[in-house]
């Protein structure tokens, strides 16, 4: 009986090692391969990073090429947008009245000649009233002054009376043209019809600001009712040291962000530098106009500017673009799109690559309003797709793999 415990005890062993090595043996190439898969790295001998869509779709991941920049020769300003005098307007009436319309709010865009509001005033019927007298005695009196040169041609008058006619008809006719000029200021049509009402018309095109009345006011001659403001025109204002006031010259081209929005780069063009010094901080004074004006651009935004004060231009990404690692500086560069293919193993089975992305060691140089000067340590294809938005999502993808955590990464 002892013996035959024994056999079966060796039987058990023997089958249990057969299944450990048959485990062992298959999972070896994966073990293998894996390996092989993580140890991989680019022809520079940098990682890559291979993300799956989800994950790029997380990761808001932005590619282009190099821009342009003139990042080596500028001048540093700051100042605000500003608008001319002629496109700011104050509204206010020539005579007294009750506002009975309004017909406008805040915010509202009206053009040149719309009505605001409705001025109501018995003042209005007295002038219409002192107008068409008057036309009627100039009418009287044109006449009259004909009728006495012809009697004093033929001396059938004094010249005393001639005179005098012609001095009456030389009066009214300034006071009928006085009153034209009143009933044309106040908008009051000079027509047979008496009104008691007139409308407030707006001066220049542009948006409402401010409505300093409510029906039932009481205007008043010279005081504003309504403040418009047309931005089409608006302008930067620039301080600029002494120092830097000799390299400075209109035609000049402007470079700056407004720093409470989201830092997109606004273009301008000086058109014309100050003469004298800004109060007393030793500034002067340098206006811009605003050439791509696409961002909502109001007046009194405080702006940081770069006027382009010479032609060396480089190449450049935005900042974001540039990650630092174990004192170097990187950039990543999309290796391949997202394909689909079958292995020709375990009877075509499919398996989706992720999106893959190479970093490259660079050379940084100077940042400006949001961009920097890169040189990369490797020659890059003219087409390269370069990670402009998320790179800090790759690098931090990479670093976690490296660790040991979850991910993909060559």
Known sequence: MKAKTIYILLAVALLSGAAIYLVLRNRKPAQETAAAAESKESGNGEPEVELSEAQYKTAGIQTGGFEMKNLSEVIHANGYTKLP????????????????????????????????????????????????????????????L?????????????RKTYEKTKADHETE????ASLKKQLELMNIPASEQSISSVPVIAPISGYITAVN???GTNAEPGKPLFSIVDNSQMHVDLLVYEKDLYKVKEGQ??????????????????????????????????????????????????????????????PALPSEAVVKADG???????????????????????????????????????????????????????????????????????????????????
């Open 85 to 144: 005098p002629q496109n700011q307007a104050d509204v206010s009436v020539f005579s007294s009245g009750l506002i009975r319309n309004i017909d406008v709010i805040e915010g509202q865009f009206v053009r040149r000649g719309q009505r605001l509001a409705t001025l109501e005033s018995p003042e209005f019927t007295r002038l219409q009233e002192a107008y068409f007298t008057s036309k009627s005695n100039l009418g009287f009196l044109t006449a009259e």
């Open 328 to 410: 170097r500086e990187f950039i990543f560069v999309l290796e391949e799109e997202e394909e689909t293919h079958a292995h020709e193993e375990e009877g075509g089975e499919e398996h989706t690559h992720g999106t893959h992305f190479r970093r490259v060691e660079v050379k940084s140089g100077v940042t400006q309003l949001g961009y920097t000067a890169v040189t990369p340590l490797q020659e890059l294809p003219a087409d390269a797709k370069i990670v402009k938005a998320g790179a800090y999502y790759l690098q931090s993808h990479l670093l976690k793999t490296e660790s040991g955590g979850s991910g993909h990464a060559h």
């Open 146 to 158: 004909e009728r006495q040169k012809v009697l004093n041609q033929e001396q059938v008058n004094s």
């Open 213 to 215: 009345v409510k029906i």
């Open 253 to 314: 081209t402007v470079r700056f962000v407004l720093t409470n929005q989201d830092h997109s780069e606004i273009s301008g063009r000086i058109f014309s530098v100050g003469k004298a010094f800004e109060n007393e901080t030793k500034s002067v004074a340098v206006h811009a106009d605003i050439i791509n004006d696409k961002q909502v651009l109001i007046p009194g935004m405080y702006v940081n500017a770069l006027i382009d004060v010479g032609t060396s231009q480089v």
């Open 173 to 176: 006719k300034a006071r009928f």
